[in-house]
């Protein structure tokens, strides 16, 4: 497709004049025909070669401005995750600035506006207001939208009773402090794992290019070490030869730089 340089054409039929095996004639038409196929042949490789698969920014939308919101951004944002903060207009949002995400401000804090500015259109929604109704009714909304995962701050979980398949996970403050100390008296070396500068991470497949693949066969591991999968109820110890599906989740370890392009492929 590229074809043969210029200057080996010409070099050959000088050669070829010289040792009589080619005409003047024929030497001027394979400098020209070689010309022509150096100018054309890169122009129509462009136009054959596939796209390159861009890899996009996982999409985050937090809504409800708090403290909690706001440092989660942060994180999230050092993880390579795009974030979007939403909340209701307010004069105290002026000393935010500056920030890595973007905060949209909205006159009326509902459903409708939340889904003209597109808060609905994300990978993720979290909807952490103080608020536990307003809460559930975002992450439905957000849920009817094909979101793909949604979390609420539901405080008071009372009779709130999800459909089996719900994608809502529902998270309680007061629950998650008690299982956290809970878990720090239990397992304190597992916790500092888990929790330092996010060692350990949970990656998802749902790219098709590496179903079926084998785990020693994927090229961008790095550093990264695959120490769990979790494939419906199952839970696999894995290996070099285990083969991967669709929907399996991946708990890896690794550097920051490394999982962040593992989570970008996978997706």
């Not at 809970?182 to 996010?198: C, D, F, Q």
């Not at 550097?255 to 997706?267: A, M």
Request: aromatic residues 6%; glycine residues 6%.
């Amino acid at each position: 497709m590229l074809a043969s340089t210029l200057s080996l054409v010409i070099a050959a039929s000088a050669v070829g004049m010289k040792i009589g095996i080619i005409s003047a004639t024929l030497n001027t038409t394979l400098v020209l025909a070689a010309a022509i196929t150096v100018m054309v042949s890169p122009v129509i490789f462009q136009k054959l070669l596939p796209a390159v698969e861009t890899q996009g920014e996982t999409k985050v939308s937090l809504v409800g401005v708090n403290a909690v919101t706001l440092s989660l951004a942060q994180d999230l944002i050092k993880d390579g995750y795009k974030v979007t903060i939403y909340g209701q207009n307010d004069p105290n949002f002026k000393i935010l600035a500056p920030r890595p995400y973007q905060l949209k401000k909205l006159s009326k804090f509902d459903l409708e506006s939340l889904k003209k500015h597109n808060a609905f259109q994300s990978d993720i929604v979290i909807a952490f207001t103080s608020d536990d109704e307003k809460n559930l009714q975002v992450a439905k909304e957000a849920e009817k939208n094909g979101v793909k995962q949604v979390i609420a701050r539901v405080e008071d979980q009372t009779g709130r009773e999800l459909p089996g398949n719900s994608k809502i996970q529902m998270f309680s403050s007061f629950f998650s402090n008690k299982t956290l100390l809970k878990a720090l008296v239990e397992y304190p070396t597992l916790i500092n794992l888990v929790s330092y500068e996010g060692h350990l991470q949970e990656i998802e497949l749902g790219n098709q290019k590496y179903h079926y693949m084998r785990l020693r066969e994927i090229p961008f591991l790095g550093d990264t070490l695959v120490i769990r999968i979790f494939r419906n109820n199952e839970v696999i110890v894995p290996h070099g030869d285990t083969v991967l599906h669709l929907g399996d989740r991946l708990i890896v370890s690794g550097n920051p730089i490394d999982t962040r392009q593992l989570r970008r492929k996978f997706r």
